[in-house]
């Protein structure tokens, strides 16, 4: 299969945060005809019928049943995340000072500051409001053109900018929003006048906002770039890029195994949530699957993991030219050259010589190259959802993703080649036969 690399930039920004994501993915894949069931109903799975759920708005599974001998069969399973590190506003973000306002922010996972300045900001986000019939309803907001900035000091105020620039992010982040100091500006008053012209629902005029969670992202969409076209630059393609890849391959693998897509939330902060991969969606989600469909539930949920196996993409260091030495010489990967499997002795990584095979095995079945990531020894390394699903569920796993420039930074560059070996290596991870 072609990678589009349009239309995986038309999907980034379509997903400013996890929860317009998870509508991304809902929308596309109740189009190719799964069918979207909710966790508060009794669950009755139809052999060669499709299924997704959410959890939280902001994390998504999505189900193909293909073999009833689900114990034997197994799953074969895809992870990502929805998350990528941001500016997140705070509760009381309004302050009025020198004559501007501007809204106060905290950052959320491990932010690349300095790219974040002088960038034209979009605000995205979900809302939770009373509606005048007393019910409790959730909308999401885009603002999808840019609302605020955070300027630089001028070099000539700071002489040390280029040598030894430090951010200190209480106090150089809030971010300009307007000349005015005028208190009625606010951003509830922001928030209302944007679900009002969002969303075709005159009642939103008299709901009362009782709480968000908005953040701030870049308002410049990505783009293909490079003398040939080589390159795909764009906001969040950690984890953005892989979230579309499984995605992908859900819809258009042929293939008569069970799969599984699960992208979650809160990773870039440790998964620990309700819709985190260190909670237990997944774990319920299977467990519920098998209850359905078998008698002996326990010792089948059982027989089912051992046959299972999760491949967790997430995008992978690729070996700057001007940075080599930060990479071990011999495991540095390179974009443009396919796959990287990524592996660490410490379990950073979920990776191990079985996995790792079977993963080499779908890139040789794809005709796509693949390459290995270990972090210099003297350095210590990233992790993934790999780990902590693998320990959660004790699900054989394989740790891999696109190399990648700039991970963390507002906007990071991969080789748009990689995006189509991937996404082949996936679809072929999802069509090999049980052993």
């Not at 895809?78 to 009025?96: C, E, Q, R």
């Not at 209850?291 to 089912?304: T, Y």
Request: a negative charge.
């Amino acid at each position: 299969m072609q990678a589009d690399s349009q239309d995986l930039i038309a999907f980034i920004q379509q997903s400013p945060t996890p929860f317009h994501a998870v509508h991304a993915m809902l929308s596309r894949l109740t189009a190719a005809g799964f069918v979207h069931v909710h966790e508060s109903e009794h669950w009755q799975f139809e052999l060669g019928q499709k299924y997704v759920i959410t959890r939280n708005d902001s994390s998504i599974i999505a189900f193909n049943y293909q073999c009833a001998d689900i114990a034997n069969a197994g799953v074969r399973m895809i992870g990502a995340h929805t998350d990528s590190p941001n500016l997140k506003v705070k509760p009381n973000p309004d302050l009025y000072q020198q004559g501007f306002w501007q809204l106060g922010v905290e950052t959320y996972g491990g932010v690349l500051l300095n790219p974040w300045f002088d960038r034209p900001l979009a605000l995205a986000g979900r809302v939770t409001l009373q509606h005048p019939s007393g019910e409790i309803i959730h909308r999401l907001v885009d603002s999808k053109h840019a609302l605020g900035i955070i300027p630089s000091l001028a070099i000539h105020l700071d002489r040390e900018a280029n040598k030894n620039r430090s951010i200190n992010p209480q106090t150089d982040l809030p971010v300009l929003m307007s000349l005015s100091a005028n208190k009625q500006q606010n951003f509830h008053a922001l928030l209302q006048q944007l679900l009002i012209e969002q969303h075709s629902d005159g009642s939103l005029q008299t709901a009362e906002i009782l709480d968000f969670e908005i953040s701030f992202y870049e308002a410049e969409p990505g783009g293909v770039f490079g003398v040939v076209n080589d390159f795909i630059a764009a906001s969040r393609l950690d984890n953005l890029l892989s979230c579309y890849m499984a995605m992908q391959a859900m819809i258009h693998a042929d293939s008569e195994q069970n799969t599984l897509m699960v992208c979650n939330d809160h990773e870039e902060v440790g998964s620990q949530s309700a819709s985190g991969a260190d909670g237990a969606m997944l774990a319920q989600f299977l467990k519920r699957f098998v209850e359905s469909q078998s008698d002996q539930a326990e010792s089948d949920f059982g027989r089912m993991i051992d046959q299972s196996m999760m491949v967790s993409s997430d995008n992978a260091h690729g070996i700057h030219p001007n940075f080599a030495a930060k990479h071990d010489a011999n495991h540095g990967p390179l974009l443009g050259a396919g796959p990287v499997i990524k592996i660490n002795a410490n379990q950073r990584y979920a990776s191990n010589s079985v996995t790792q095979a079977i993963f080499r095995r779908c890139c040789a079945i794809a005709e796509v190259p693949v390459q290995a990531f270990v972090v210099r020894t003297d350095m210590a390394c990233g992790s993934t959802i790999g780990p902590m699903t693998a320990a959660k569920l004790g699900v054989k796993t394989v740790d891999v993703g696109v190399p990648t420039f700039a991970m963390h930074s507002i906007r990071e560059t991969a080789a748009c080649q990689d995006v189509g070996f991937m996404l082949n290596a996936l679809m072929a991870f999802y069509c090999l036969p049980s052993s």
